[in-house]
């Protein structure tokens, strides 16, 4: 729609333009492939763009979507027309607060956030009525952001009001309204919405003043109250979170607590796919595992590194091989330690693989466990000084015979499976890289 509404202002003068085009409000719900419905605020302004931009639109339409649409201009004249245009122009406002290519479309799911993206689906399908509020906590870069945002662009394309924030914002948008005496109208838009969305709450905790907290409070409860929806992202779950009363604590664990985990490195690789074909960049499949495995699991971080990489490759008119990645991203891989420790590598293997640490030490013979204590065996003859008798006596085995064996059987695995190395990599550059 925004490209169709530049393409007709390009066209008219400015007065047309400032006057006509940009006083009509597209009304979505109404809106179908063959008819398009604008809300005008008056009939003067109806029955001019009816008679001399109609053809105009209707044209727009078919050059950018190959079919002409009939245009239909409705005049809020009656009562509910004119809050359903008030309506739509407060979500025209809020619609530039919120990230339009953040939606529940282009979010890579996994084991790690399957819980959160399901429930954020819930509760933008359905808001108020489960799991209020929702509470989604996760480290940086994992997508808490996108799928706050995927919730706003669904309620504002199905009329909802949203605001949708950044506890700075939040903060700022306060102390504005305390310092011109309109607290009045910071409560009228906060305490009126349909959803609100708060990223990164827990720097609310951190600012000095309790009267933001306070009006947090009321505003909170507030909307619960009224059945409005409330979703907040934060870095940790509201149990440890410092400097908020306990009120409010007991608030954020009063409806769902969904956490994002790091992403499985399948997942990773899915990400960074879909990164690379939104974003235009042309990667083999060996240059997309190096990154997956190499990069952490910050996804904003990676997605840097892959606006790096295409700029680069522009630039230089240079296509993007291996080894031109690794010398582009160098600063961006993580820095490694010269050598780990028996207990860092089987902790780490035992988080990854979904085992117990006291399972990998044990005498199991079961499939899972025998492969990550093989995996635990042939990170640690690579990743540490200790020789192959001193394996066999940290790891239970008979001699240095069985040690060997089961680093074979690892590289018998890796050769005949690309994804098996692909993990194994993975899971060793994270005991490598400081944290």
């Given at each position: ?10 066209k008219?003068s400015?007065?047309e333009a400032?006057?006509?085009?940009s ?26 763009i009816?008679?001399?931009?109609s ?7 078919e050059?950018?979507?190959?079919h ?10 009656s ?25 529940f ?6 084991h ?9 689906q819930m509760?933008?399908?359905?808001p108020?009525k489960?799991?209020n ?9 994992l997508?808490?952001t996108?799928?706050?945002h ?12 949203v ?17 011109n ?10 305490r009126t919405c349909d ?7 827990q ?7 309790e009267k933001?907290?306070?009006?947090f ?9 009224k ?6 992202t ?26 994002i ?10 990400i960074i ?24 699991d ?13 700029a ?6 240079q296509?993007?091989t291996?080894?031109?990645?690794k010398?582009?991203i160098?600063d ?19 988080s990854n ?14 499939k899972?466990?025998v ?9 640690a003859?690579s ?11 940290n790891?239970?085995?008979k ?5 060997s ?9 890796m ?21």
């Amino acid at each position: 729609m925004l490209e169709v509404a530049n393409s007709v202002i390009a066209k008219l003068s400015k007065s047309e333009a400032k006057n006509y085009i940009s006083q009509i409000i597209f009304d979505e719900s109404r809106s179908n492939s063959s008819e398009v419905v604008f809300i005008a605020p008056n009939a003067l302004v109806a029955n001019y763009i009816r008679t001399k931009f109609s053809s105009l639109i209707a044209n727009t339409f078919e050059s950018l979507i190959t079919h002409k649409p009939a245009i239909k201009i409705i005049c809020a004249s009656s009562q509910g027309e004119q809050k359903k245009s008030v309506l739509l122009a407060q979500n025209k406002q809020n619609r530039a607060q919120i990230y339009e290519n953040y939606t529940f479309e282009n979010f890579i799911v996994g084991h790690s956030n399957q819980l959160a993206f399901q429930v954020a689906q819930m509760v933008a399908t359905e808001p108020g009525k489960k799991y209020n509020p929702l509470f989604i906590y996760g480290s940086t870069g994992l997508g808490k952001t996108h799928l706050l945002h995927s919730i706003g662009n669904y309620a504002l394309n199905h009329g909802q009001n949203v605001i949708c924030v950044t506890s700075e914002q939040f903060f700022n948008d306060f102390v504005v309204n305390v310092q011109n005496k309109t607290m009045q109208k910071f409560k009228e838009k906060y305490r009126t919405c349909d959803i609100l969305l708060i990223d990164d709450v827990q720097f609310l905790a951190q600012e000095k003043s309790e009267k933001i907290r306070e009006e947090f409070f009321h505003t909170f409860n507030d909307l619960r109250e009224k059945k409005a929806q409330i979703v907040l992202t934060s870095d940790n779950p509201p149990k440890l979170l410092k400097g908020f009363e306990e009120r409010l604590v007991s608030r954020f664990e009063s409806g769902l607590i969904a956490n994002i985990t790091p992403p499985e490195l399948d997942t990773k690789i899915r990400i960074i796919k879909a990164k690379c074909e939104f974003d235009g960049v042309s990667l083999d499949n060996e240059t997309i595992d190096y990154i997956a495995t190499n990069m952490g699991d910050n996804i904003r971080e990676i997605e840097g590194a892959l606006l790096s990489l295409n700029a680069f490759a522009r630039l230089m008119s240079q296509k993007i091989t291996l080894e031109f990645a690794k010398t582009v991203i160098k600063d961006q891989v993580k820095v490694h330690k010269d050598s780990s420790s028996i207990d860092e590598i089987i902790a780490l293997v035992a988080s990854n693989l979904n085992v117990k640490i006291s399972e990998i030490k044990s005498k199991s013979k079961t499939k899972k466990i025998v492969e990550a204590r093989r995996i635990c065996i042939y990170l640690a003859k690579s990743l540490t000084p200790n020789s192959m008798p001193a394996l066999a006596v940290n790891f239970g085995l008979k001699d240095h015979s069985a040690v060997s064996h089961n680093i074979k059987k690892i590289n018998e695995l890796m050769n005949n499976d690309s994804v098996f190395k692909a993990k194994i990599e993975e899971i060793k550059n994270k005991i490598l890289q400081k944290r």
